[in-house]
């Protein structure tokens, strides 16, 4: 599996709250309930829309290996797997950190691998990009209680993929993903405006003020839901401000025909300091 690099990486442990408004609290309402039911129209109304919510793609069994392999990765059973990120416990004054993020796991755990290549989920992305999909980045995202937010931003803003590329994240709830454990929010069509200024603030990330936060919608899932979005949809993730973990993979597949660009190119397109924009 090709790796391609991501973008400038911040001290995920020093991060300030972000503003509460960012988020709205507007539910999605039309979910297709299984992959079974993906239609032809619901295959136009994601390349119009940007995104597909799906209530159920994996199997309470299949979310049980998939929550197990992480917790043994995490125990360290495979020694050689080195793709855990960690940062501070939020209010802890100690030393003792949490596990945020998983990397580049499907290697190490089939039951994780599985999910990756789920036959029905391959699919579907076939339909959407029109070409083999090819995984890219695999990545657990822990978001324990406390845990901080994802701001705003674009997937694509992180990847030396040429601009035109089509790349499809398909985030998977482990856990009840809910408003108050930080669910994804998304903005519908915003995929469709080319590529928004990143800058260096909580993350690489979307300006706040250039949010249309009146267009948020939220999209709580159930343990085994996905949510499926192009690259260039703009999204996030408020903090976790419940006693509850909000645990999830997330895949991003690109066609198998895809180019690469260097990091200088890719920042032409969404570096707004490169830009010589302020935020």
Same mark, same amino acid.
């Given at each position: 599996?090709?790796?391609?690099?991501?973008?400038?990486?911040?001290?995920?442990?020093?991060?300030?709250?972000?503003?509460?408004?960012?988020?709205?609290?507007?539910?999605?309402?039309?979910?297709?309930?299984?992959?079974?039911?993906?239609?032809?129209?619901?295959?136009?109304?994601?390349?119009?829309?940007?995104?597909?919510?799906?209530?159920?793609?994996?199997?309470?069994?299949?979310?049980?290996?998939?929550?197990?392999?992480?917790?043994?990765?995490?125990?360290?059973?495979?020694?050689?797997?080195?793709?855990?990120?960690?940062?501070?416990?939020?209010?802890?004054?100690?030393?003792?950190?949490?596990?945020?993020?998983?990397?580049?796991?499907?290697?190490?755990?089939?039951?994780?691998?599985?999910?990756?290549?789920?036959?029905?989920?391959?699919?579907?992305?076939?339909?959407?990009?029109?070409?083999?999909?090819?995984?890219?980045?695999?990545?657990?995202?822990?978001?324990?209680?406390?845990?901080?937010?994802?701001?705003?931003?674009?997937?694509?803003?992180?990847?030396?993929?040429?601009?035109?590329?089509?790349?499809?994240?398909?985030?998977?709830?482990?856990? *009840?993903?809910? #408003?108050?454990? =930080?669910?994804?929010? $998304?903005?519908? @069509?915003?995929?469709?405006? +080319?590529?928004?200024?990143?800058?260096?603030?909580?993350?690489?990330?979307?300006?706040?003020?250039?949010?249309?936060?009146?267009?948020?919608? *939220?999209?709580? #899932?159930?343990? =085994?839901?996905?949510? $499926?979005?192009? @690259?260039?949809?703009?999204? +996030?993730?408020?903090?976790?401000?419940?006693?509850?973990?909000?645990?999830?993979?997330?895949?991003?597949?690109?066609?198998?025909?895809?180019?690469?660009?260097?990091?200088?190119?890719?920042?032409?397109?969404?570096?707004?300091?490169?830009?010589?924009?302020?935020?």
């Amino acid at each position: 599996m090709n790796k391609v690099p991501a973008g400038p990486v911040l001290d995920e442990t020093l991060q300030p709250e972000h503003d509460p408004m960012l988020y709205g609290s507007r539910l999605l309402g039309d979910y297709t309930p299984d992959l079974a039911a993906v239609d032809d129209a619901a295959v136009n109304a994601f390349h119009e829309q940007g995104y597909m919510a799906i209530e159920r793609v994996f199997s309470p069994s299949e979310i049980g290996n998939a929550l197990a392999a992480i917790d043994d990765l995490i125990a360290g059973k495979d020694p050689t797997f080195r793709g855990i990120q960690r940062e501070a416990s939020s209010g802890s004054t100690s030393q003792e950190r949490a596990v945020r993020k998983l990397m580049h796991f499907v290697d190490y755990d089939p039951r994780l691998a599985a999910l990756s290549e789920h036959a029905g989920l391959q699919d579907l992305l076939q339909r959407l990009l029109g070409d083999e999909p090819e995984l890219f980045q695999d990545m657990a995202l822990l978001k324990h209680p406390g845990g901080r937010e994802k701001p705003w931003h674009q997937d694509s803003a992180y990847f030396d993929l040429a601009l035109d590329t089509a790349v499809i994240g398909v985030w998977i709830a482990l856990d *009840a993903s809910t #408003l108050d454990n =930080g669910c994804m929010h $998304i903005l519908p @069509g915003t995929h469709r405006m +080319g590529p928004a200024e990143h800058f260096k603030v909580r993350d690489w990330q979307i300006c706040d003020t250039a949010v249309q936060r009146q267009f948020d919608l *939220a999209v709580p #899932l159930s343990p =085994g839901g996905c949510l $499926i979005w192009h @690259g260039m949809l703009h999204h +996030g993730s408020p903090t976790n401000l419940s006693d509850r973990p909000r645990r999830a993979l997330q895949f991003h597949y690109r066609p198998i025909t895809s180019e690469t660009i260097t990091t200088e190119e890719r920042m032409q397109h969404f570096g707004g300091a490169v830009r010589g924009a302020q935020c």
